[in-house]
């Protein structure tokens, strides 16, 4: 390895094109065949293998986007940096950051052997609750555009490729695979196609990754208008495209549409592949322009230039970016009164709350999970800057959050009403390796609740689950059958409502009595038995009314269980019983069977019992947790969502009795705090008006702890502001029916067309809660003096920012526009500047909007891309809805 990186443009290098056909005019058939289609590692990851004789060295690509996933145990011990989300990065609105980020992913993508980066990510946010929120930069199409395009310049200056990813409208999790996107064009080109169209025409990104869905019928790897057309004649991509995980159909279709390269596994490609370019169904010439687009970035970029091979990584130096961005990107949601910052000197007990309070498990699921090369807990951030002058102590306060909270229905019922046969908190779980309990269990677990999701979010290295919930083996990951035997403690007698969420065969037992059994295959629901009648009921048993129903758990329909079968979703089947406090509790055993037809290798078993109780209950969590609380100088309380790759929230509220938990210390102490982590918004609606301050971090990774910290004491003046919107309440907002979201019969219909996020918020009357862009800070700032000029080629703008208050701070001031020549207005973020002022400083902000900008901000969508004329709308301010300055002129 190690010749100096070559500097060239190889989009149009006439030496890049010469070794590239040199290459081409040295390779077989089976040469080429090798070269475009993928193979699986005994890693999990991406692969092709060398073509030594050729000097091609092996392809191994990085999962991203928030770090290195490393599957080989023997390099770096699967460690790297594990970076802020990119989610919680586009908070920071700051390019340098993102330049820094990208810096950090080349260098460590290189020094743990691979060529290939698997990001960034530019989906947008449309859906709320989406799953994978976090692996991108929002709702906004310019934000998403500029922070992959200079962490893309970083990426590669390293001498690896990244890959910008999922081509397109991969915009939730939900029937991922399979979902058809019907979108009108204009929508489409202005909104979901203009972040790949301004990285792809404003740098020199290597490969692009096809998504696993439909658009307007046809499957992305094989969607020849978008791969060819658009992609390639229209915005002149000359790198290549590869597939995702399994996303290809097709032989032909797909490669005549321009997928290039079939990742990881080589079904369609391959053996088939080669069959059909002898056939002449695939043309010699077109194999070859695929082995181009492919073989141009190799050299360009300069990973011909060296063998892939494990190297040291400056895990000190980039700890310090990821808390740096950690820091930028906190957003402060609210501050009564002044209450943050809280001087160290203040500050003699600090509580910190929460189930990842006291570790570094609060990061988003899927292939890009990384594991942190260090790092410190919020906790442990606490200590380490307010030393032994002060009491920093831990309460747990609930219990750990897990895959299973993807299942919809009333919160799990919590550790401490369950009791294990042996009299510890929770539930005996017993796990079989087939669907019949046949044979002794594989294992036996304490959990702590009755609440598992296996499948996909148990596979090897890519859960995110709390650090707090049992390791559940990546053998039971399915055709698991799980038995939960225990008893059912509570303190109050009186009406109870027991939710059980499932997809399968499920048999409940209460007290020796079966209460309920069913058989729900999702498109079907099967009663086994019924439960016995109060008159058969013996006096120590629960009085049984059964009501069995769809569950609600907020507006959004589906869950995080996905499958491509229709109807393979969990139900909430409802049960009422009537419990007695008594101090043996009830006797509870729960029989699951994941043998739904769409349960299989991505979808285990899946079941949660939660409750309603007759009145609120709190458990011994909480009540430890408040108790600790008392005379706390602050109480940090740690919340977060569980968020992944292959499934959707089932609704917008913090999940297992959060809510609750800071309702009862609010009600303790006056010094609480919410920390927030989640890569989506969340509903803080219920008990964000008892809190003094709230911050959300997005996932702010693993210096998480030391960035809280210096935020909270006034060591950083927080400067984050959202780069998404965060709802009112659990409504699904903007979109009015299930054909809209999660869609009906495999179809999804973006009727809001370009209305969605802040843009269909600003222009509707339905109330947000914090909007795009928002954010506050230590400081205060004013904004006067808009001035405005068009010429022909550009429209500038500049306008005056003062900080008014006592501290230097950062203040990102935006710039909104709306265009003449639309049907209806529509406001869109048409540029931002992030500026640091000192106490007192003015000082001119200046924009330039270029007509001919890869952003087309001064352009819409009507039967093709169509300069604005008339009488352009600027409004300048502090986020969609914090207007400071309106003007117009003329263009």
Known sequence: MNKPLPNKDWRHSPEVETDVETLLGRMSLDDKIDLVTGDINHHFGFYNAALPHLGI?????????????????????????????????????????????????????????????????????????????????????????????????????????????????????????????????????????????????????????????????????????????????????????????????STVPAALAGLDQEEPTGTFYGRRLKEVVEQGDVPLAHLDEMCRRILRPLAGIGILEWTPSVSDMNFAEHATTAREIAEEALVLLKNDGGFLPRAPKTLRKVLVVGADGDNLSTAGGGSGKVRPAGGSSMLQGFEKLLGADAEVVFAQGSDPVSAADLLDGPDSIPSSFLRTPDGQPGVKASFWTNLHFDGSPHSVLTMPQVSVNLGFYNFMGTGSNSDRYPNIPYELCVNTAVRFEGSLVVPVSGSYELAITMLGTTSVWLNGKQIFSERHHGAATETLSTAPNAAEIDEDAPQLGIGIGNGSGGA??????????AGGDPKVFRIKVDLTDRPEG??????????????????????????????????????AAVEAAQGADLVIVATRVFESEHGDRPNLRLPNNQPALIRALSEANSNVVVVNQSGGPICTDGWDARVPAILHGGYLGQEQGAAVARVVTGAVNPSGRLPLTFPKDDRMALFPDATCYPGTEGVVHYREGVLSG????????????????????????????????????????????????????????????????????????????????????????????????????????????????????????????DIHLTGEVNI
């Open 57 to 249: 060295p092996e392809m191994t690509m990085a999962d991203g986007p928030a770090g290195i996933r490393i599957g080989n145990p023997d390099v770096h011990g699967q460690s790297a940096t594990a970076l802020p989300a990119p989610i919680t990065l586009a908070a920071t609105w700051d390019l340098d950051l993102a330049r820094r980020y990208g810096e950090v992913l080349g260098h460590e993508t290189r020094a743990s052997g691979h060529n290939v980066f698997l990001g960034p990510a530019v989906d947008i946010a449309r859906v709320p609750v989406g799953g994978r929120t976090f692996e991108s930069f929002g709702e906004d199409p310019v934000l998403n555009a500029r922070m992959a395009s200079a962490q893309i310049e970083a990426i590669q200056s390293k001498g690896v490729a990244a890959c910008l990813k999922h081509f397109a409208c991969n915009n939730q999790e939900y029937q991922r695979y399979s979902i058809d996107v019907q979108i009108e064009e204009k929508a489409l080109r202005e909104l979901y196609l203009l972040p790949f169209e301004a990285v792809v025409r404003g740098t020199e990104v290597g490969s692009l990754m096809g998504a696993f869905n439909k658009v307007n019928g046809t499957y992305s790897c094989e969607h020849g208008w978008l791969l060819t057309t658009v992609l390639r004649q229209e915005w002149g991509f000359r790198g290549w495209v590869m597939s995702d995980y399994g996303a290809v159909h």
């Open 758 to 881: 802040y843009r269909g918020f600003v222009h509707g009357e339905i109330e947000v809660a914090y909007p795009f862009g928002f954010g506050l800070g230590y400081s205060a700032f004013t904004y006067a003096d808009l001035q405005l000029e068009a010429t022909a080629s550009e429209v500038r703008a500049s306008v005056t920012l003062t900080n008014r208050g006592s501290r230097e701070g950062k203040e990102v001031v935006q710039l909104y526009l709306e265009l003449p020549g639309e049907d209806k207005p529509v406001r869109r973020l048409g540029t931002f500047a992030k500026v640091s002022l000192k106490p007192g400083e003015s000082r001119q902000v200046q924009f330039t909007l270029p007509r001919e900008g890869v952003e087309r901000p001064l352009a819409h969508w009507q039967d093709g891309w169509q300069e604005a004329q008339g009488t352009l709308k600027i409004f300048v301010g502090a986020s969609a809805l």
């Open 586 to 623: 009830h006797t509870l055993r729960i029989d699951h069977q994941p043998d739904s037809p769409s349960q299989g290798v991505l979808t285990g078993a899946q079941i949660r019992l939660g409750w309603e109780p007759p009145v609120p209950l709190a458990s011994d969590l909480q009540r």
């Open 556 to 565: 959004f329909t589906g869950s995080g269980a996905l499958s491509n079968i």
